[in-house]
């Protein structure tokens, strides 16, 4: 194999792809452009982004993923439908097959790392076949300096063959698809799937998995800060609003989604923002969408106008599921170290499908923890393969139960040492419907939420009293700035006062059911903080 680029001591480390005719090492991000433009990848947009498609996969494939079970993983892992088994011997063949698929390719290489705080971080090689997957790497992951570079030795591998596919009966997958972390090998395959978002998402998983161990909390959330050097976490699943709220020109940008909560306080796992970019629009997100039409940025699944080449953020006529990735210093303002000090203001978002729940709530620490292992929200159309065109009701553990291989407690635990520990405030905010269900209700509006975040962060609510919610036990404001009081409080939305305390009812009697699985890993003053159906 020829080695050609930026080529580090250690290239002769990547063993697998001997057979392999090429490898391009740490390539420009305008060497990685022209790749992708010369192999037909992709496609520049009027604004310099390179735009590509993934094909028939558009979302993440959760049913494909898999984690080797053997001695070291065996007592550690949550094991189940989300953390599937893979043994020891089905993957040695999958090795195998992924050898064979590189033999006589041009594979690209970039040398990165993972977590801002580099007392916790990890080095991430990337291997990909296509140059536009390592364009994604390179705006997702930190990027080390020339000179690190020179040193650089991989504690993990990723390796990405789109074109290489299972078979099912001789590997161990599930189809075709595979996406598999062997945490003894420090590896991660990954065949038959063109969506680059299973890139980022295996490290994160990897990431989840290594930081308890030193009693550090690994997080599904964006982190932005203030002036004064006040933290706000953002928890939440895709859609809910991570990305959009942190995002915020009044505050600097930590990081979009992944962030870990360590001894010096908060950091970024990653380099890079991979944003919605569903009806983006400059008025709506103006940070976001200069960011995503420029030069160096990736859109995924985007359609351009086939006379202009200008990006229709409207058009889903590939999948809802579009993206745009993008390095985080494209966000003006970023914080440049992608760490911050403990969090003030620890803020769980939820997608309320239902319109019953209210937009805002103030949570004790046992009600965070609760919220937490609950998870609730909105699927959103598109974000994982399967999905149909509509959000389903869903809980997913800690905001994140794809991407946590252990147990749902040790990371609720955590949270509860690290709040009780700083005396960060816990918030449940709704940026789902309201005055009905999904259908027939509205969206809580963008303005509303941003109203009731710039609140939050600024003291306001200490002035303002707060009731507690009859139907779902939360502690709710009687007022908040800029925002109509009717729409803090849900069942004066709706047109008919009994459906709503019929969806209400049945809500909670999903959460208490969803519940029962935690009763007897956490503390009985969690669980009678919770959500209970009415006598």
């Not at 705080?117 to 705006?139: C, K, M, P, S």
């Not at 859609?239 to 505050?251: C, N």
Request: aromatic share 10%.
């Amino acid at each position: 194999m020829t080695h050609l680029g930026a080529v580090p001591p250690s290239a002769e480390t990547l063993s697998f792809a001997a057979q392999a005719r090429e490898a391009h090492w740490n390539l420009s991000r305008a060497d990685l452009v022209a790749w992708s433009l010369r192999l037909n990848e992709g496609e520049l947009s009027a604004h310099g982004a390179l735009v590509a498609r993934t094909g028939e996969f558009t979302g993440r494939s959760p049913k494909d993923k898999f984690t080797v079970r053997d001695a070291l993983t065996e007592s550690k892992v949550d094991w189940g439908t989300v953390n599937q088994a893979m043994s020891p011997e089905h993957y040695e063949k999958l090795e195998a097959l992924m050898e064979a698929g590189a033999a006589d390719q041009r594979l690209f290489v970039q040398d990165l790392t993972a977590g801002a705080d580099e007392g916790l971080q990890i080095g991430v090689r990337v291997v990909t076949a296509y140059a536009w997957h390592n364009l994604f790497a390179q705006n997702m992951f930190l990027r080390p300096s020339p000179q690190t570079r020179e040193s650089f030795v991989p504690d993990w591998t990723v390796i990405d063959l789109p074109d290489v596919t299972a078979e099912p009966s001789a590997h161990g997958t599930a189809s075709g698809t595979f996406i598999v972390v062997n945490f003894s090998k420090r590896t991660v395959l990954i065949g038959g799937t063109q969506y680059a978002g299973e890139i980022k998402k295996s490290i994160f998983g990897v990431l989840n998995f290594l930081l308890p161990e030193t009693g550090d909390l690994p997080m599904h959330c964006s982190a932005n800060v203030g002036p004064a050097g006040d933290v706000a976490l953002f928890f939440g699943l895709s859609g809910t609003g991570k990305t959009t709220l942190s995002a915020d020109p009044e505050r600097a940008l930590i990081g979009d989604d992944e962030h870990g909560w360590g001894p010096n306080g908060i950091f970024n796992f990653e380099g890079g923002c991979y944003a919605k970019a569903i009806n983006l629009t400059a008025k709506a997100e103006p940070q976001i969408y200069a960011a995503s039409n420029r030069f160096g940025a990736l859109l995924e699944n985007v359609v351009l106008d086939p006379m202009t080449s200008e990006p229709d953020f409207t058009d889903v006529s590939l999948t809802e599921n579009t993206r745009s990735s993008y390095p985080i210093d494209f966000i003006p303002g970023h914080v440049k170290t992608g760490q911050g000090r403990n969090p003030r203001a620890v803020i769980m978002l939820t997608a309320d499908a239902y319109g019953v729940m209210p937009p805002l709530a103030r949570l004790s620490t046992d009600q965070a923890m609760y919220h937490f292992l609950s998870g609730y929200t909105a699927k959103v159309a598109g974000t994982e393969r399967g999905m149909g065109n509509e959000p389903q009701a869903t809980f997913s553990t800690c905001f994140g139960a794809p991407f946590m291989p252990r147990q749902p407690s040790e990371y609720a635990d955590l949270l509860r040492q690290k709040v009780e520990a700083t005396g960060a405030e816990c918030w449940l905010v709704n940026t789902g419907w309201t005055g009905g269900k999904f259908g027939t209700g509205r969206r809580i509006p963008l303005e509303a939420t941003r109203a009731m975040i710039s609140a939050i962060l600024s003291g306001a609510f200490r002035e303002i009293e707060f009731r507690k919610d009859s139907y779902f036990g939360l502690m709710v404001p009687e007022a908040c700035p800029s925002v109509p009081a009717d729409l803090l409080t849900p069942s004066s939305t709706w047109q008919k006062l009994s459906e709503y305390e019929d969806t209400a009812d049945d809500l909670a009697q999903r959460f208490a059911s969803n519940f029962e699985r935690f009763v007897d890993t956490v503390p009985q003053s969690v669980v009678e903080s919770g959500i209970r159906p009415r006598v």
